[in-house]
Nanobody, 121 residues
């Protein structure tokens, strides 16, 4: 059984930072991804990292501001979010995948419950 649990969301001011954490239990060796979703937009892939961290992906709107990393010994994935903007406000989800690079939510079998990030101006 695979279980993902996000933490670290909350309220930040524009220009500020937050760090999201996704703790993975059960199976390992996943490609780990972060998605976000708002009421206006469908769930979209914003970042991903391969098992050995040799590959990373960033969606254009977060490139240069967000950094994904993982600690394989702790089975934990992080998303460091800097220079936050109001448009980063969303529910953020981590997801575990078996291949690189799965871009559509339907291709992921395991999800966290989501964590709200709200950026105020």
């Amino acid at each position: 059984q695979v279980h993902l649990e996000e933490s670290g969301g909350g309220l930040a001011q524009a220009g500020g930072s937050l760090r999201l954490t996704c703790a993975v239990s059960g199976r390992t060796r996943f490609v780990m991804s972060w998605f976000r979703q708002t009421t206006e937009k469908e769930r979209e892939l914003i970042s991903a990292i391969s098992w050995y961290s040799e590959k990373t992906y960033y969606e254009d709107s977060v490139k240069g501001r967000f950094t994904i990393s993982r600690d394989r010994t702790e089975n934990t994935v992080y998303l460091q979010m800097n220079s936050l903007k109001r448009e980063d406000t969303a529910v953020y989800y981590c997801a575990a995948g078996t291949s690189w690079l799965l871009t559509t939510p339907q291709t992921y079998a395991w999800w966290g419950q989501g964590t709200q990030v709200t950026v105020s101006s």
